[in-house]
């Protein structure tokens, strides 16, 4: 795989590659690639690649979900007319799940000109065809070497138990924002810039089944946070990274989702916005309506140069704000210590 050091698995069919020339339509309005877009295309050849995998030695029909996406930087922007190359690899596998890494690469193709612009790990999970509700077995990939079982072993231990504590913690919720006066508003509260979007899962956003995508989401996500973020700054925006997102409910086509984003912390010259998604059963028989996904996105503003701008400091009125600014700013200290740590690594 390009920029892999080497390949973990042996199987065959275990690494894969598609290339796609950026349209105008995968723009954001700053004219750079939509990080959403990016991280659909992540996901789709994840979920290529997995499914793949799981049929091939199965019996029974199944189709991989996404459960997981790994924290997720985004290294460098990435240009309409540019082709982006997504490889995915799959790496471990344990009983019921499977390890994807992906990487990108932007192209320019008038030079040949490459660079990375992401890397991402994803955890899917294989589904019956027949019962979306039962969970299959997935096939063992063989490995480079022991070590390398071990590394993964290893990786999926350290998801396990952060999936158990941030499960523990996601008892919050935001409540819509749909027309907020924003001119009763105080610039630069968390009032002021929260948003919603609300959208009716189609045909176009299910693909093996009749449940939604996880890339989807996960741009529906990302446009909500793009929104919080510009309304915050009101200067050209861009996703910086994506913490760890766990997928623990399947969205069904004939659902209504509400995408909601608020604020929670700012530094000098980043925003980390929360995002919710809940969905709303409208076919069908009535069931609750109940919160899906919850996921930290961080953006940044950038001048025509691409340097980062200095952000207005998010005022924080209740108690409940202040408390999730602390939060944000002890998990925004956390990453800073920890890329430091890597680039000191990596000299
Ligand atoms: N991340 C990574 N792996 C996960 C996971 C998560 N968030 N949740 C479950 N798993 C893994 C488990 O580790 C287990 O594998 P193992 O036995 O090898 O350890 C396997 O999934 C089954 O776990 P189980 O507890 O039996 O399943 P579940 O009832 O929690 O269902 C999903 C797991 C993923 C099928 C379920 O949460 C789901 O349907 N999520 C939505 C998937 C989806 O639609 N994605 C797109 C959303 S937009």
């Not at 982006?84 to 193709?109: C, D, F, L, P, R």
């Not at 939604?212 to 915050?232: N, S, W």
């Amino acid at each position: 795989m390009e920029g892999a050091a080497k390949s973990l698995c042996q199987s065959p069919g275990c690494s894969m590659q598609v290339s796609r020339i950026m349209r105008p339509d995968d723009a954001n309005i700053a004219g750079n690639v939509h990080g959403g877009t990016i991280l659909k295309m992540i996901e789709e050849a994840g979920v290529i690649i997995s499914t793949r995998h799981c049929n091939r030695q199965n019996e029974e029909r199944c189709v991989a979900v996404l459960a997981r996406v790994e924290r997720t930087d985004f290294l460098s922007p990435m240009s309409i007319g540019e082709v982006a190359h997504v490889s995915a690899e799959i790496t471990y596998t344990s009983k019921h799940s499977v390890e994807v890494q992906v990487n990108v690469m932007a192209e320019n193709i008038l030079t040949g000109v490459k660079r990375l612009t992401n890397r991402a790990t994803l955890w899917y999970v294989a589904l019956s065809m027949e019962n979306v509700n039962k969970v299959v077995e997935v096939p063992h990939i063989q490995y480079g070497s022991p070590e390398d079982q071990e590394e993964g072993r290893k990786r999926y231990e350290a998801q396990k138990l952060d999936r158990i504590e941030t499960k523990q913690r996601s008892e919050d919720i935001i409540l819509p924002a749909i027309n907020v006066d924003r001119q009763r508003k105080e610039p630069y509260t968390v009032g002021y810039s929260q948003s919603s979007l609300i959208h009716l899962v189609g045909p176009s956003d299910c693909a093996l089944h009749n449940f939604v995508q996880g890339g989807v989401t996960m741009k529906l996500m990302d446009e909500v946070a793009g929104i919080v973020a510009a309304r915050h700054c009101k200067t050209n925006i861009v996703t910086a990274s994506v913490d760890a997102i766990n997928f623990h409910q399947k969205i069904e086509k004939g659902s209504v989702i509400t995408v909601s984003g608020r604020m929670t912390f700012t530094s000098n010259r980043s925003m980390e916005i929360e995002v919710f998604v809940d969905v709303d059963h409208v076919l069908g028989r009535p069931k609750e309506k109940a919160s899906a996904v919850t996921a930290f996105f961080t953006y940044v503003s950038l001048d025509k140069e691409g340097k980062a701008l200095p952000i207005p400091m998010l005022k924080t009125q209740t108690e409940d704000e202040k408390r999730r600014f602390e939060e944000g700013k002890t998990r925004y200290l956390n990453t800073k210590a920890k890329r430091m740590a890597g680039a000191q690594k990596d000299q």
